[in-house]
């Protein structure tokens, strides 16, 4: 009797320390400064900004992502039409060994339609993003400053140009 008793949380204490180290074996994207632009309070979209490094040698996918920041959020890339730069929903962010995935504005983004709140620089907001081989990634986004054409001498800090 006493075996059984003393075999059954032996198994399940192996089963629950198999299960995190199984997860980090596969973690093989590094998800690199994610931020965002704050956002005036009468916009009610933004979108997130980030660099995914695949770490691993087989290539992934970031296959979607979702947060409380929006009521939605999507992928997006942006495309040159009739000369016209416009914004269109994606299935999938390729991220390939050795050729990270740069997120960034006028290009890949994740964007968030229909902010439930302002965005306010300095503060953060949680994402989770989804790859199709590494899985669920929480990530914290930091609101940065905007950064206008005219307006550049108000902002703190240069480091990150609109273009
Ligand atoms: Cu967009």
Redesign the pocket.
């Given at each position: 009797m006493n075996i059984k008793l003393i075999k059954l949380p032996t198994l399940s204490l192996l089963l629950a320390l198999s299960a995190p180290v199984f997860a980090a074996d596969t973690t093989t994207i590094k998800v690199e400064e994610p931020w965002a632009r704050e956002s005036p309070p009468t916009v009610t979209?933004g979108?997130a900004y980030m660099t995914l490094v695949n770490t691993g040698k087989e290539a992934d996918r970031l296959v979607g992502a979702s947060g409380e920041v929006s009521a939605t959020v999507?992928l997006?890339?942006?495309l040159m039409e009739d000369g016209v730069m416009k914004?269109?929903?994606i299935k999938a962010i390729e991220v390939n060994p050795g050729e990270p995935a740069v997120l960034r504005p006028g290009g890949l983004?994740i964007?968030l339609?229909g902010l439930k709140k302002p965005l306010v620089a300095g503060q953060t907001f949680p994402l989770r993003l989804r790859f199709e081989k590494a899985g669920e990634m929480p990530v914290e986004v930091k609101v940065r400053k905007m950064e206008l054409g005219g307006g550049s001498e108000h902002s703190g800090h240069q480091v990150h140009k609109a273009q």
């Open positions: 979209n979108a999507e997006h890339t942006h914004m269109r929903p983004h964007m339609i």
